[in-house]
């Protein structure tokens, strides 16, 4: 539809969707990067990857030997105190659980009774009979338009005709005599109040809703 792509709750539909599929990929990149942490070959390998990288950077003039060696002195502490590393990641994972464990609770009490219990029909109602009322009062009808179907097909000038009346109070148009009975027709069943003049091989018709 014109200027909206998607109302509210298809947008926020989408959203919840977007932001579980967030999850998924987060937890799928948690599942990498935990057993690097917590097994014999992961920690071995990523203390293995720090030194060939401190190795790598003296080779490349990027760092001294002094500095390279002070960076192995720093990563020999972080080795002493591995055991602290370790724990802190099931501290994490722990804390990661309960969190949301919680969130989930606390957002499934609204997919539970009595909340999902809602009575729909009422809401539905509701949302209907506003519609309505923007429909009948909250979108009045532009107030004058000239329009011009001399050379439209009866087809087209048809169309043209009911948005016309839909989208205005009144107006003029102008059309060839071969159209006049097709356009009298259509002003008639939707109850509008007109004038036919005639001018040359146009028809004017002066329209009011």
Partial sequence: ?????????????????????????????????????????????MFEQDMELIKERYNRGEISRKEALQLLKELDKVA????RYVLR???LLIELERENHAALR???????????????????GKIKDSIGKIAKRGLPKKEFRILDVSDYSENHCKEEILEFLEEYFSGIVVARSELKECIMEILSERGAKFEVKEMGTKTIFIVEG
């Fill in 1 to 45: 539809m014109k200027g909206m792509r998607q109302f509210t709750i298809s947008r926020k539909l989408d959203e919840i969707d977007r932001i579980r599929y967030v999850f998924k990929e987060s937890f799928a990149e948690l599942e990498k990067i935990v057993p690097s942490l917590v097994t014999e070959n992961g920690i071995l390998e």
């Fill in 80 to 83: 002493d105190e591995l055991e």
């Fill in 89 to 91: 990641v099931r501290e």
């Fill in 106 to 124: 606390k957002l499934r009490k609204f997919i539970e009774p009595p909340q999902m219990g809602i009575p729909i029909s009422i809401v539905k």
